[in-house]
């Protein structure tokens, strides 16, 4: 069995639903890494910083405590982060931080401080990471290694879904422009941007089910 797995991929490729079912089916902890940068953006929020300015975010990025308690083996996503001691779970998915958060994780000491706590936890292995710069930076060392990706309108589409389901009433136009942004901050930033490992396995998941995804993954495992 691989002692890591590592997903990436850009927002609403299906990586956080696939590491979850993965993870489930193995018993491995799921650790999803885009939480960390959201909780030490909501530290960010609390504390009004500038989130243009590097400096601050540099200097919070090397003074975080943080503490990520993945879920038990039978409820892998229920995970929980504290950030100094607070814990900020719940808070993770409001559009504030959704919002703010690729400004402060383009910040390379921010995510210093992220990827050491990312390969500390990885090292006592069982784990399934998902992010975007598992495979190529946090662990490329990494047995087993998912790019996912679809296309901008697959993935638009899905996001609006989810966002509807969360009683959310943004169009499915303005989640697109959101989606790009997103992907153009994550793709174009000097450090660690969004691409496949060489050795990723890539899957364009367009035309297949969560499920599809989990089983071509497990047929590497
Ligand atoms: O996957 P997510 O939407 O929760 O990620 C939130 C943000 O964090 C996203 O803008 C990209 C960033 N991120 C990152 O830069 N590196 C990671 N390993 C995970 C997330």
């Known amino acids: 069995m691989p002692a890591s797995i590592a997903i990436d991929g850009p927002v609403a490729s299906g990586k956080s639903a696939v590491g979850s079912r993965l993870a489930r089916h193995l018993g491995y902890r799921l650790v999803d890494t885009g939480m960390m940068y959201r909780a030490i953006t909501c ?3 609390d504390k009004g910083l500038d989130l243009h300015d590097e400096a601050a975010l540099a200097a919070l990025g090397a003074s ?5 308690t993945p879920g038990p083996a039978d409820d892998p996503d229920a995970s929980r982060v504290l950030v100094n001691g607070t814990d900020v779970t719940n808070r ?9 958060v690729s400004l402060v994780s383009r910040v390379p000491a921010v995510r210093k401080a992220m990827v050491a706590i990312q390969r500390d936890i990885a090292s006592d292995g069982s784990v399934v990471m998902v992010g975007r710069d598992i495979g ?4 490329p060392d990494a047995p087993l290694k998912a790019y996912l990706d679809a296309s901008v309108e697959e993935r638009s589409r899905r996001r609006h879904a989810e966002l509807q389901a969360a009683g959310r009433t943004e169009s499915i136009e303005d989640v697109r422009e959101q989606l790009a942004l997103r992907d153009e901050i994550d793709s174009q930033r000097d450090t660690s941007p969004l691409r496949p490992a ?5 899957i364009q998941t367009d035309n297949m089910t969560i499920q599809n995804v989990v089983d071509r993954i497990l047929e590497e495992v």
């Open 43 to 45: 530290l960010a929020l």
């Open 64 to 68: 975080v405590n943080m503490e990520v």
């Open 92 to 100: 993770l998915r409001s559009p504030d931080v959704g919002d703010a």
């Open 136 to 139: 190529t930076v946090v662990l």
């Open 198 to 202: 060489d050795d990723a396995l890539v």
